[in-house]
């Protein structure tokens, strides 16, 4: 009994995981929704009795919803934790089997936030975990109500069955998904709470602020998969600075995007100072969830195909995003024209004056520049000169000048370290303060190529900012990038441990193009498939009707040679799952009668073989108390085997 309360545990903590995999809460919201259950556990291991403390408990669970509305938190997260709390209260009382049953309620509600919040491979696990558990749990209750009932000596559950069963659901689900129409949005909206409180994460952002304090922490997030059409040496060089969003207006030593930004063309995309490719270059992105919908790409003239029913639009910041944010991963063609870019007029007036202007309190950089670059030179010239010395600082994510009371002054004169904002900040100012109109850009580094999957991988480790200037010369705005290389990616290494992450990728990724985006045009597919297959045997009838006889002789077959093992009710040789092997070596020459019990016919094999009679008989006693009186069956298993040899070396005897 005091393993069966152990399993109450069970369903909260399943559900638990199903809600960590999902990675749509932050550490510490995971952390906060273990408490009740640690609690509970703690309680449950000193066999603490809580019953006076009750309302308070209910007081406590009441306090944290509560909480919840008044922080505004979201309805799904507000139902989340107080599931929890409610699980952890109810596992801290007193609990009965109506109690028991509203755990395993409760941990199926949790369930269900996370089965509709993610489409995740990891999530599968826990779909396999959570079937097991619950009809584990399940046939605990109904075991123990039933031995209540029974009496006599407690017999363990047939916990074997629960893989058959779980496998079986499995079956059943693939089924159901293959047939059932599937929703074409994503259902992926849980809110991103809490994050904020483990410091500044890595990732694409459409604002730049040097001033922001603390280490930049790394982030793993899968931003977008691309898979090139062909092998090209050309390929990593033209893909290798995924462009996202421009940022114009600079506010002290805070970037963010202007509303006088012209929008991109999105038939003939931004430039990159008329750089052509000899031969077309064509690519499958695949780009995961985003808030901001953005579609980082290349520098060069790309055509866009969206999949069927999504739309492009020219977003602020001169992006190119998705009509709305996107909820699911979606691919879109790019190619890579081999043509030079129509030349874009250089800034006049007002905007010119906008993207020269060097922003207040930046003086520092223009004296940088100077002792670097001295004189007069042209616009590309002094970007290359300016981005060589910058090259000679150190990059680190610790962000050492975010704390200084003038973060650009302290990265140029002092730190030389910083992660590449501070670059990117620094170049453009100092472009700005001789006369260059320059922006910043914030987007990606092109990132590893997993050999495993045969696609580059990009994350929000590779969120990269880089600086754009117009030179009059290429007329055309030209990219230059002044941070020196950053530590590789921890997918590029040659360790086990990265090995073993570029493969979880792989599967993932594999899971997510062959299971999760099957849609109604691959049902369609099949169907046509199986309805052009079904017209093909219906011109051969007659080889059709012959293939179907024979399978169904064949299956008549299978079933005769396991009639003798399926035959009777409980307590007959059928069911008897130990004497199964005597019941194949005596079965055909000696069958159960209709309603014989295995005491009857194991009384007739020994009538049927005198020299065994004894030894049958000590079966048939040893078979009563494995079935009736609980006892174990490591005897009757033996005994049995031995019988089975012994007729199959004697045959039937005469009665």
Known sequence: MRTGRWLDHLPPWLAWGAVAS???????????????????????????????????????????????????????PTVVNTLFALCGVRLC?????????????????????????????????????????????????????????????????????????????????????????????????????????????????????????????????????????????AFPGAFGLLRGLVLEDLEGQRWSMAESTPPDRMAAWHGGGGRFYRQSLAAEIFLSPSELAVIPLPYGRANLEPPPGEQLRAGPGASIRWLFPIRRILSINATLEPMALEPEPPPTGARLEFLTSPGRDTGSALRWSLRQAPGEMDAATLAATLAKALHRFRYTLANPSGSARNPLQDFLEHSQAGHCEFFASALAVMLRHRGVPARVVNGYRLGPWLQEGGYYLVTQQEAHSWVEFYD????????????????????????????????????????????V????????????????????????????????????????????????????VHGSPGAVREIRPLLRAAGRALPPRPGETALAWLTRLGQARPDRAEALAGLARETDAVAYGGKAATSLVRLARAEARAWKDGGPGRA
């Open 93 to 233: 009382l007193p609990r009965e089997l109506p109690q028991r049953r509203q755990l395993l309620l409760m941990g199926f509600l949790l369930y269900l936030t996370t089965a509709v919040s993610t489409s995740e491979l990891d999530f599968l696990a826990w779909s396999l975990a959570w079937a097991a558990g619950s009809g584990l749990y399940l046939m605990q209750l109904n075991w123990e109500r039933s031995g209540q009932l029974r009496g006599g000596p407690a017999m363990s559950p047939p916990y074997r069955r629960i893989l058959g069963w779980t496998a079986a659901a499995m079956v059943m689900a693939a089924g159901f998904f293959v047939i059932l129409p599937r929703l074409r949005t994503g259902m992926r909206s849980l809110p991103l709470a809490v994050h904020s409180m483990t410091g500044l994460r890595a990732g694409l952002s459409d604002t730049l602020d040097l001033a922001e304090t603390g280490p930049l922490q790394g982030n793993s997030e899968v931003v977008l998969r691309i898979i090139p059409a062909r092998p090209d040496p």
């Open 22 to 76: 999902t990675g749509a809460y932050g550490g510490v919201e995971v952390a906060a929704m273990a408490i009740p259950l640690l609690a509970a556990a703690a309680v449950e291991w000193r066999n603490t009795s809580l019953h006076r403390f009750r309302r308070i408990l209910e007081l406590v669970a009441l306090g944290v919803f509560l909480f919840q509305v008044g922080a505004r938190t979201g309805v799904l």
């Open 472 to 515: 009059p010369v290429q007329r055309g705005w030209v990219p230059v990038d002044p941070t020196p290389p950053a530590p590789p990616s921890g997918f590029a290494t040659h360790s086990m441990m990265a090995a073993l992450e570029r493969l979880a990728d792989t599967v993932r990724f594999r899971w997510d193009r062959n299971v």
């Open 517 to 568: 985006r099957f849609s109604d045009d691959d049902q369609s597919a099949g169907f046509d498939w199986l309805q052009r297959r079904l017209q093909a045997l219906a011109r051969h009838r007659a080889g059709a009707a012959a293939l179907a006889g024979l399978a169904g002789l064949a299956g008549l077959a299978w079933a005769l040679r396991r009639w003798p093992a399926r035959a009777g």
